[in-house]
């Protein structure tokens, strides 16, 4: 019995003369995110993706798990393939859904029509075929509110299909179809949500992440390496920076009022991420900072930080509370690397009394009693690179 995987498109069905490129890059994911697992002819048509396996020995539930982390997917299910005919739908359905009907008290059935020229309508093939499962499987009775089971045909150009079961996808566009940002990558739990956020909007993400050796360990840095890997299986590869910030840090804390240490590391830390992003062809920044959560996130503090910006910066999470970004990130499986217990740069130099409400020309008087452009280039310059792909 030949069986595939039916990909079924959320808002990305409802793209315009744009969608070819949409399906495109949507396809491409597709690909790269089963190239490991075997061969697969993959086509087009009616808002569907259909992935068909070249090989016998592939595992079906891999494919769905897989396929099922990938940004422009509505919902996604294995079917069976039949012959559009209704005596050939009716054999496989008893078959292919022999254990998940034996193992339910209710069921219905939801037929779709693609193709017209089939000559029996929706409510026909409903009401056919779900009288042939009832003598088949007897145990069983028609509910059509609340069913265990909804099995569902569809018949379409050049085939008819029969599945049991309608897996929710991730949602979102696909990733690279809303251009690159840079993602300031810290160690704990807000930002990777936030990187998971835009990638769902279809923004290819890179992360910058900064290091204050010896006031943060390498085990801090590699938390922030493992939280890169752990967002590839949703984002695709990631190019990830890592910036020498201890020259930085030493110098704000010599130069700089204590009330304003960590606004004005937030500024630098911008600074350097929009000049790399420049070189990276990144078109904004992302972080995940929520108002109110901390005293540098702010609204006052926030448009300080922003004002060195020359690029937008998105922050997907700002209106949300913390428990709704923990719900996010434990989906996600980045919450148990987040609360690993070693500090990044931000926490090394928090000052005691920071400044809630700062205003900007307090904030730039501080900044500009030190020449940091020196300290920034070199930082950028110091920066190293690495590339986290997709292991599946």
């Known amino acids: 019995m ?70 422009g997917i509505a919902a996604l299910c294995r079917a069976c393939v039949c012959e559009k005919d209704f005596d050939d739908i ?20 939801n037929a779709k029509r693609a193709d017209k020229a089939f000559p029996m309508k929706s409510p026909e093939i409903c009401a056919e075929l ?22 569902t045909v569809e018949i379409r150009d050049e085939n008819a299909f029969v599945h049991a079961e309608n897996i929710k996808g991730a949602g979102g566009l696909p990733v690279g179809s809303s251009g690159k940002a840079m993602l300031l990558l810290s160690g704990g739990i807000d930002s990777p949500v936030a990187g998971w956020m835009m990638a769902k909007r279809g923004v290819h993400i890179a992360a910058i992440h900064y290091v204050s050796p010896p006031y943060t360990s390498d085990r801090a840095q590699l938390k922030v390496e493992q939280l890169c890997q752990k967002l590839t299986d949703w984002c695709g590869g990631i190019a ?18 204590e009330e304003f240490f960590t606004i004005i590391m937030r500024r630098l830390m911008m600074e350097i991420a929009q000049r790399i992003a420049a070189k990276e062809g990144c078109l904004a920044l992302i972080t995940g900072e929520s108002v109110g959560q901390v005293a540098s996130q702010t609204m006052a503090a926030i448009a300080c930080t922003d004002a060195v910006c020359r690029i937008p910066v998105f922050r997907p999470c700002v209106g949300m509370d913390k428990t709704e970004i923990i719900d996010i990130s434990r989906k996600i499986d980045t919450f148990d690397i987040s609360t690993l217990p070693y500090e990044d740069c931000c926490t090394v130099f928090t000052p005691r009394h920071p400044k809630v409400r700062p205003s900007l020309s307090d904030v730039e008087k501080a900044q500009n009693s030190f020449d940091f452009e020196p300290l920034i280039q070199k930082a950028v310059e110091e920066t190293e690179m690495k590339l986290f792909n997709y292991e599946g």
């Open 240 to 257: 990830f920076f890592c910036v020498p910030f201890t020259e930085l840090q030493e110098a704000i804390k010599d130069h700089c009022p």
């Open 2 to 71: 030949k069986e595939l995987v039916l990909v079924k498109y959320g808002e990305m069905a409802l793209k315009g003369l744009n969608k070819k490129t949409f399906e495109d890059m949507l396809t491409k994911n597709i690909k790269r995110r089963l190239k490991a697992i075997g061969n697969f002819k993959l086509t087009s048509a009616q808002s569907t993706t259909y992935i068909t396996p070249l090989d016998d020995d592939i595992d079906l539930g891999e494919v769905v798990d897989r396929v099922g982390k990938i940004f």
């Open 130 to 151: 779900g009288g042939k499962l009832l003598d088949k499987f007897p145990h069983l009775t028609v509910d059509v509110k609340n069913p265990d089971v909804i099995v």
């Open 90 to 109: 009716c054999n496989k359905s008893y078959e292919y859904l022999d254990e998940v009907l034996g193992c339910a008290r209710t069921f219905k059935v």
